[in-house]
């Protein structure tokens, strides 16, 4: 089974900041690589697919990259509205989820 | 609209069986595969089930053998039943729309059905 290991698992950054949260897969998965948000008590929001492409109505200050099985999620200029957990997930073999990481305002 | 909804969470005993439901509207249901995905209490995404348009089913490891998914494409309604409940399957149930043409860019997510395994 392909793991996806996520970090780091929480961060706190200011209104404004850059902020970066990496996955790594365990094996090749190409570009079959995913990034959702999920705010509290909602379900989870499509935000990034096959690594680097922005889901239609998201907002630019979105954006994903991969290089070999590392895969990396940015947020460029971090919003109030942007707090929530984020997940990678990968779909070359079935599908795995990354542990999440816990976006706070500081 | 685009909109999943489901249905048939509640409480239940360990051993004990349960069937969830989800009703598609507002897009070509039978032209789309479809996922179950839950997530326990204070816990993380974890990927369940899935069944393509042509119904080829997969499963995780952690249900295969207790859980069975189906569709009823004239019913617009994804289906998945689950037997022999551990607590363990305690978690929140999303039904969710893979992007069509393509397995497991999962673009449209209901709002989830809450099942409980306790004695």
């Known amino acids: 089974d392909i793991q996806m290991t996520q970090s780091p698992s929480s961060l706190s950054a200011s209104v404004g900041d850059r902020v970066t949260i990496t996955c790594q897969a365990s094996?090749?998965?190409?570009?079959?690589l995913n990034w959702y948000q999920q705010k509290p008590g909602k379900a989870p929001k499509l935000l990034i697919y096959?690594?680097?492409t922005l889901e239609t109505g998201v907002p630019s200050r979105f954006s994903g990259s991969a290089s070999g099985t590392d895969f990396t999620f940015i947020i460029s200029s971090l919003q109030p509205e942007d707090i929530a957990t984020y997940y990678c997930?990968?779909?070359?073999?079935?599908?795995?989820f990354g542990g999440g990481t816990k976006v706070e305002i500081k | 609209e685009v909109q999943l909804v489901e249905s048939g969470g509640g409480l239940v005993k360990p051993g004990g069986s349960l069937r969830l439901s989800c009703a598609a509207s507002g897009f070509t249901f039978r032209t789309y595969s479809m996922n179950w995905v839950r997530q326990a209490p204070g816990k993380g995404l974890e990927w369940v089930s899935s069944i393509s348009v042509s119904s080829y089913i997969y499963y995780a490891d952690s249900v295969k053998g207790r859980f069975t998914i189906s569709r009823d494409n004239a019913k617009n309604s994804l289906y998945l039943q689950m037997n022999s409940l551990r607590a363990e399957d305690t978690a929140v149930y999303y039904c969710?729309?893979?992007?069509?043409?393509?397995?497991?860019?999962?673009?449209?997510w209901g709002q989830g059905t809450t099942v409980t395994v306790s004695s």
């Open positions: 096959d690594a680097s």
């Open positions: 969710a729309r893979d992007r069509r043409g393509v397995i497991g860019i999962m673009d449209v």
């Open positions: 997930q990968q779909f070359d073999d079935r599908f795995t």
């Open positions: 094996q090749d998965i190409s570009n079959y």
